[in-house]
């Protein structure tokens, strides 16, 4: 899918016409060119002119073209259709391909300091000796504590080849420790994996990148050679990405035949097929709504082609394929260039597909009712008040405070403070501190997300059964 489509030659033929117009042209040689181009060009040009002349300040030519490109795709109305700076293009294009320069640390924002979550195999980050829960405190000589753990992540990119100096904390050491790092391309791995047994395999895709098919085919031998015979394919929360890859994808698991429909805008249709034998593997694929146009092109052919069970609920419903265009110092676009449907025809843009197994997951709020906490009110023995009130409330959600919760912290609340600083590893104080209310918040996400996922537990039942009737021997 890497041809050029005709309807974009306008856009190239408009940009190149203006620029050179407004950059070269005077106004009377513009004059004297309006019987050579459209109305429309010729009233930018005007419009240019007007505002070189009169705007107070300097205006740069190509921050006006910018504009103008930005005006363009925006007046499509398309959600899907947008412009990109040179800076947010690059960056687009490198969080779309799964490829960066980068050193390879998965980051996040922990008590207070950027940190890292996991170093990836094979790294510079690795390879330097960076582990994690190692807190950066500088980058390039500069103190980036306090910063966001994306703009930390932006400094730590760069083109491969380049250096990046990075200062650590890390808990068994008192100084910083300093690193040199080789920024590397990085290979982001969308495809996690494990076996949960009884013949039974997960994986997760997260998005198709340029690396899934090709993590995926690793992911499959690896479950061939330890005797999985069932897939659960989860495909919830997995916002698209690159068709091709998608259509590779889809191969694996869908026989023979029709995988997807491209429509373009005169109606022209293009069916990419599978050339592929039966998969050896039973099939559930979960969905939920933030599965969305490529991930819907694989489950709408596991629908259609009857491959497997969809699993979960409604899909998003984004039937629309995307081009990127590169503008260079203009930055770039990405244009809706044509629908798709799915092997038997339907067009599933706003009405996303249903699976053939409804489970909605549980989306209550569980902490709506809670009074809000002040962390930095210290709470002890005797205390009274809407921050007892609170404290009692999270606690009772984790089964630590065993009745109705009075905003007086008696022993009861005590009891159930030194419980959670018992679990925690913290001093067993009975008070309630700042290292107190980040336990707190830590224990209540671990609870929240540690719930059984329904969805999950339905499509590794429905396996079981495929795989029990399969091993039947026949009558």
């Not at 979550?117 to 790294?123: A, D, F, K, R, Y």
């Not at 005797?382 to 999270?394: A, S």
């Not at 008070?431 to 329904?454: C, G, M, P, Q, W």
Request: glycine share 10%; proline share 3%; net charge neutral.
């Amino acid at each position: 899918m890497k041809k050029t489509y005709n309807c974009l030659k306008p856009i190239f033929i408009m940009i190149l016409v203006s620029f050179i117009l407004i950059s070269s042209v005077t106004q009377g040689q513009a004059m004297a060119a309006d019987e050579k181009i459209s109305d429309e060009i010729y009233f930018l040009i005007q419009m240019e002119n007007f505002l070189q002349t009169n705007y107070i300040d300097e205006i740069n030519d190509l921050d006006l073209l910018r504009g103008a490109v930005k005006g363009m795709v925006e007046s499509l109305n398309d959600p899907y259709s947008e412009y990109y700076t040179p800076s947010e293009f690059k960056e687009f294009n490198e969080s779309t391909s799964g490829n960066f320069g980068g050193i390879g640390v998965v980051i996040t924002s922990k008590d207070k300091y950027i940190t890292a979550v996991s170093i990836l195999e094979g790294t510079p980050a690795e390879k330097v000796g960076i582990k994690p829960g190692d807190k950066f405190i500088e980058v390039d000589g500069n103190n980036v504590t306090g910063l966001s753990s994306a703009e930390v992540s932006k400094r730590l990119k760069g083109d491969k080849g380049t250096k990046v100096s990075i200062g650590i904390l890390r808990d068994s050491e008192k100084q910083i420790i300093r690193y040199e790092v080789e920024r590397d391309i990085i290979k982001v791995n969308p495809i996690y994996s494990k076996v949960l047994g009884q013949g039974i395999g997960y994986i997760k895709i997260s998005e198709f990148n340029e690396n899934t098919v090709e993590n995926l085919d690793k992911t499959l031998d690896d479950f061939k050679k330890s005797g999985v015979v069932g897939i659960v394919l989860d495909l919830r929360n997995n916002p698209g990405g690159f068709l091709d890859q998608a259509i590779e994808v889809s191969t694996r698991f869908v026989p023979k035949g029709p995988i997807v429909n491209i429509v373009s805008r005169d109606g022209e249709i293009q069916t990419y097929t599978s050339n592929s034998e039966k998969s050896t593997f039973n099939l559930v694929v979960l969905v939920n709504g933030g599965s969305a146009s490529a991930s819907e092109i694989l489950a709408g052919a596991v629908k259609d082609r009857n491959v497997g069970i969809l699993v979960g609920e409604k899909t998003f419903g984004k039937g629309m394929v995307q081009r990127t265009l590169s503008l260079g110092t203009l930055g770039g676009i990405k244009l809706t260039i044509a629908n798709y449907t799915t092997p038997n025809g339907t067009n599933i843009n706003k009405t996303g597909i249903t699976p053939d197994v409804v489970v909605e997951m549980d989306k209550a709020d569980y902490m709506k009712d809670f009074v809000p906490l002040n962390s930095e009110k210290i709470l002890m023995y005797g205390n009274i008040g809407l921050n007892v009130l609170g404290l009692q409330q999270r606690l009772q959600f984790l089964d630590l405070f065993k009745v109705q919760p009075d905003g007086v912290f008696g022993p009861r609340t005590q009891k159930a403070v030194k419980v959670l600083q018992t679990n925690k590893g913290l001093p067993i104080t009975g008070t309630v501190d700042e290292k107190f209310y980040k336990a707190l918040d830590e224990a209540i996400y671990e609870n929240i997300h540690s719930r059984e996922d329904l969805q999950l537990r339905r499509a590794i039942d429905i396996l079981k059964e495929k795989i029990k009737s399969t091993q039947m021997p026949a009558a």
